[in-house]
């Protein structure tokens, strides 16, 4: 199992880059951050300074989308980074949650999404591809690499991911629910025609490593119940899509938001967020991982089982540089002489 960290980018971007630098030498082997322009630095800027300063480090957003820059734009921005440092970006894309909703625009479209994985892939990496109707191509790129993998929750989205991406991020990490949504993806790929196992399993949650005392186990859950609202602004799109009790999406998602009032981006994927008092307890322990290092390994090795490529560590809480270590000292080597 490969290991990511998931950080936004706030100023000053010389901490962003220091965490990833920390990370690297902890043995993670991807560095992710938020994409949202109106909330946070500029991503793309940050990563030319984190690939400038790390040797093996993989970099990319989680999660950019097809709105909030042109597509032909994306892909030289990836391939610039890769022929400066050799191939070490992946692209992260969904419909836009935060970077379209705080701009006051709707997320995009599946077609439109789907469309866009295809033209940012060939264009990053050499091909010649359509953009509004027209031919387009990079004629610098070459021997470009850009895997893009695509971030999904719904039925269809998990469909098209299955069609279409080079990998699947799923922005949670309940056994069961990952079972239920990497078997829709797989299906997907392979009524495609496609190799199921060649599409990378990513899932992606806020890690907190306790003493495994009651007290920071409280600690935590207050540090990480965020995650439940953030995944909640997708579980309200799918309700209002599918309805709910549809049998279309498992109520294991679902059922939790029945309180949810509303949510308030500039609170947005940090802990405190006064948005998600209506996330119990038992969904910031279903959706994340908590408790002292056995605890994250036992759930980890579940997550493998179930096809798992990567595991992704939110790091917004009071902990980054502890968690960062810890993974770095108790999990990382434990399944990496697991495999």
């Not at 957003?61 to 820059?69: I, K, S």
Request: proline share 6%; with cysteine; net charge negative.
């Amino acid at each position: 199992m490969d290991f990511g960290l998931v950080l936004q980018t706030d100023p000053p971007a010389s901490a962003v880059v220091g965490l990833m630098r920390r990370a690297e030498r902890n043995g993670f082997r991807y560095g992710w951050t938020f994409d949202s322009a109106v909330l946070w630095q500029e991503p793309f800027v940050i990563y030319s300074r984190i690939l400038e300063h790390t040797e093996r480090l993989v970099v990319g957003p989680m999660v950019t989308n097809p709105g909030t820059r042109s597509w032909e734009v994306t892909a030289s921005t990836f391939a610039t980074l890769n022929d400066m440092y050799g191939n070490r970006t992946v692209c992260g894309i969904g419909r836009g949650d935060s970077a379209m909703r705080v701009a006051g625009r709707k997320p995009n479209t599946l077609a439109r999404l789907g469309e866009a994985i295809g033209v940012i892939r060939d264009l990053a990496e050499g091909r010649e591809a359509e953009v509004d109707g027209n031919p387009v191509r990079i004629p610098w790129v070459k021997d470009g690499r850009l895997p893009v993998w695509m971030a999904a929750y719904g039925p269809r989205a998990l469909a098209l991911a299955g069609r279409t991406a080079d990998g699947f991020i799923l922005q949670l990490a309940d056994p069961f629910l990952t079972e239920w949504m990497v078997k829709a993806v797989r299906s997907a790929a392979e009524e495609a025609g496609r190799d199921p196992g060649e599409v990378t399993i990513c899932v992606a949650a806020p890690a907190y490593v306790t003493d495994g005392s009651d007290a920071a186990l409280a600690h935590a859950r207050e540090q990480c119940r965020w995650f439940g609202g953030m995944v909640g602004n997708h579980v309200a799109d799918l309700v209002g899509r599918y309805g709910e009790h549809s049998g279309m999406v498992p109520d294991e998602l679902t059922a939790y938001i029945k309180d949810r009032q509303g949510y308030d981006y500039a609170h947005h994927g940090r802990a405190g967020n006064p948005d998600t008092a209506f996330v119990p307890d038992a969904v910031v322990d279903r959706f994340c991982l908590i408790g002292p290092p056995e605890a994250h390994l036992e759930k980890l090795r579940a997550l493998r089982e179930l096809g798992v490529d990567q595991f992704a560590v939110y790091a917004m809480h009071d902990a980054r540089e502890a968690v960062v270590d810890a993974y770095g000292e108790h999990v990382i080597p434990a399944l990496g002489q697991e495999r």
